[in-house]
């Protein structure tokens, strides 16, 4: 069950996508991939244990191309994005990156994009696992919205760990150590620039630069490797221990369009003012008065290493059945299991004595506020 | 670079989803998946080439899943259904299955469904690698359609190969000898019962099983073992060298939003009259005046195996480009490469000499009708 052994081979084809960086993951000696928005996004380079020391120690650059951009272009493109999200946009400043639930008309989940807008009328979603390009080209479609809705040549490259900012500078300038958290700014790079935001899907800080144009892909991946060999730096990518760790969700795996932004601990980013309108929000409303009845927790699992968990494992307290788990990993940090799950509100207290079913058998555990360790 | 010798492995979450059938493809021995709609798609048991002899001797069970239903239910259902592919609905007949192009406003391929109507005011789309349910759902938001878009618990397993006559009448009855191409009836099974239509993504013959309710699931996978013994029955997959063979195209391979219907070869599944109306109708009309300026069209590769054709391989003649090839296998009963992919106007006549650059290198080839051999 451990990636780095055994498991089943993925079989490659033109509809996996490749990305402008394969060819340098392949060459950095990839492992494992996973399919994310139909493109390959590489998982485990030495092994998921050995990526997760090196990413809280030093830095490494992560193929996250898979992180496909929407565009939304022409008059009708600010009224479009605001009607996508249950998220306020008026206030969103120019070099801001906004994370935006996105739901569908009964206020289920549909992706949890960031929202950014790189040029006047002019917005990027850059997206989770599930085709948006699909739902936001349909309802322009359907409203007949004057606007392009279209998927750039744009392959965001993240590097993230402890020492982003030494390496971000030497190939960008000083500059990206004032980039503030979830802002961009617009910096040259051979002939071209990018947008380069503080983001990316780890707790151990760092960028996401917004690669436009494929042919740029490996000339920059070799530049941050040129300048960053004293620093350690590695390929890498999102690593299931360290996310977990810190409380990063993943759509498709803890929230999916069963899911509200209230259950998913997103109703902070849910406006219910009278005057506010978007998908979903009847349905967010006449939810919000009563309240979730399950949210995302944290829940540590006692014993040894963990199966990846590949489907819900049933959590119990007593007799009652209270949720279930559905990210899981061995912490070696921690020396216990994390997780992330959804877990019913008579139980979801921080403390609460739970057990959880996992294909290698029962182990006990207990409810934990996300992050880990905070 | 042969699946099932090596290649990189997959990593599994509760994101790359199961199947109701995939304990059984596990302990059947799959070596290798592709992910389809964000699910586990069986590609490999033995080997490509064992498994490709066996489909076009025997019978066996194919996992397919992944084609995913959409569902769409409501007063609205049949408008709907119609605004979504410009092949007309009106003659589809209770018990049909359509072949089904849907495209955008651009009319650009989104997907190539089989449309049927399991019951009154209630379509089944059943699609091919990308979210329709998104596509359909915020068509019908931004319309303010009256019908509810959902993906309900159906999971297709397949039947194929020359001996699927004989498996499926010893479990379902010999009623299924009668359903004709592309036709379904229901039938029952166990305390329920089936849409079971004659069709299925191999040219061997056999029939696509929509199984409704994934507890049914096993019990239908354990039906068609025991009852085909004799017949040589395996687990298998959607079989790459196959369906090549076949002039198969695969959605996200051989065809993607940069194509038309037209290109793709599926004008005929375009309803041109003034009457009549689609998302994409104006700009396929206006396609249509011109012919499209290039085309699918088998192409015979000279030499030995080939590598899979994981991005476009460069077609040329003379000193011209002229296309692309987008899915490639070396053909162990034609002792030769088959392979697909879009070919200009100039070049698309079959027996024109080509060049074909693949990463091991150039090779000679040969523009082919589809299917290879018919």
Chains 1, 2 share one sequence.
Request: proline fraction near 7%; include cysteine.
């Amino acid at each position: 069950m451990n990636p780095t052994a055994s498991g089943p081979l993925l079989t490659l084809s033109r509809r996996t996508r490749r990305t402008p960086f394969t060819d340098r993951v392949n060459a950095a000696g990839v492992k494992a991939y996973s399919i994310y928005n139909h493109m390959l996004l590489p998982t485990v380079f030495e092994s998921l244990e050995a990526d997760y020391h090196h990413l809280k120690r030093h830095v490494q650059v992560w193929d996250v191309a898979c992180e496909r951009q929407v565009e939304i272009r022409g008059p009708d493109a600010g009224r479009l994005a605001q009607w996508l999200t249950p998220r306020d946009l008026s206030s969103m400043a120019d070099d801001q990156c906004f994370y935006t639930p996105m739901v569908d008309e009964t206020g289920g989940m549909l992706n949890d994009p960031v929202t950014l807008r790189p040029g006047p009328d002019r917005y990027w979603v850059s997206i989770a696992d599930s085709d948006m390009l699909l739902w936001i080209k349909g309802v322009a479609t359907g409203m007949h919205l004057e606007c392009d809705v279209t998927e750039p040549d744009v392959s965001p490259l993240a590097v993230q760990g402890p020492k982003a900012d030494d390496l971000l500078a030497r190939v960008f300038g000083d500059e990206v150590r004032s980039i503030r958290f979830f802002r961009f700014k617009r910096l040259p790079f051979a002939d071209t620039t990018f947008v380069v935001a503080r983001s990316g899907y780890s707790k151990q800080g760092g960028f996401e630069i917004y690669v436009e144009g494929s042919s740029y892909g490996e000339p920059l991946w070799d530049a941050l490797f040129a300048a960053g060999g004293d620093l350690g730096v590695r390929a890498g990518g999102p690593n299931a221990i360290e996310r977990i760790e810190g409380g990063l969700l993943s759509y498709g795996s803890d929230m999916t369009r069963e899911n509200t932004p209230h259950e998913c601990g997103l109703g902070r980013f849910c406006d219910t003012r009278d005057s506010f309108g978007c998908i979903g929000r009847d349905a967010l409303l006449r939810m919000l008065s009563d309240g979730p009845s399950r949210q995302v927790r944290g829940i540590w699992i006692d014993g040894g290493p963990l199966p990846p968990c590949t489907e819900p494992w049933a959590v119990s307290a007593g007799d009652a059945y209270c949720g279930q788990v559905t990210s899981a990993a061995w912490s070696p940090d921690f020396e216990r299991g994390v997780a992330i799950g959804m877990i019913d509100a008579a139980y979801w207290t921080p403390g609460t004595a739970v057990r959880v079913q996992t294909p290698d058998g029962e182990r006990r555990g207990q409810v934990n506020t996300l992050p880990f360790g905070a």
